[in-house]
């Protein structure tokens, strides 16, 4: 069964800046275009490989970043999470500021893992519309003892100038048999 201890393994990656940059859509699951200042949104994506967290902070904003995203994962697989806030709003200098909280609900429906204020940003406010990547993202391993089904990210995005809310879901099937 999971246990906070030793089912579920949650490593932080560390990066020294919070990057902003647009998102590329891809064939299989298009990105919505980023909100409006002040219209709250996050959104949650999970890949196999820290590849696109690399792309995304070593590329200016106008570049896109094409994020494979991952629905199915099987036992001692790498999900690499992490949060893309838009629709921040600025205070009177101009400047934005978010927090982020998490938590992981198993196939039967319950809280497994979760962190309030996991992951920040703060900076200037962006001229344009775009997606902001939260800092850190969110390692994820499921081991073959964990149970297979559906597990879901829930995010809950703070924008921490206005006080507004924002939440967003993303579910992982877990299957116990090779892809």
């Not at 999470?81 to 909280?101: A, D, H, I, M, Q």
């Not at 319950?110 to 001229?127: C, E, H, L, T």
């Amino acid at each position: 069964m999971l246990n906070l201890r030793n089912a579920l393994l949650v490593t932080i990656l560390v990066f020294s800046n919070i990057a902003i940059a647009k998102i590329s859509p891809t064939k299989i699951t298009p990105m919505p275009s980023p909100n409006p200042i002040g219209k709250l949104g996050v959104i949650i994506v999970a890949s196999d490989s820290a590849k696109y967290i690399k792309e995304w902070l070593s590329t200016p904003s106008s570049h896109g970043v094409t994020i494979k995203r991952l629905k199915v994962a099987k036992p001692n697989q790498l999900i690499v999470s992490s949060f893309l806030v838009t629709g921040v709003s600025p205070n009177k200098l101009g400047n934005y500021s978010f927090s982020v909280s998490f938590y992981i609900l198993g196939p039967n429906g319950k809280p497994i893992f979760g962190q309030r204020d996991y992951a920040k940003g703060k900076g200037k406010i962006p001229k344009t519309p775009t997606f902001i990547m939260a800092d850190p993202a969110m390692d994820i391993v499921l081991e073959k003892s964990d149970p297979a089904g559906i597990y879901t990210i829930v995010a809950q995005v703070k924008d921490l100038v206005t006080g507004k809310q924002a939440d967003n879901a993303y579910k992982i099937k877990f299957i116990k048999n090779e892809l």
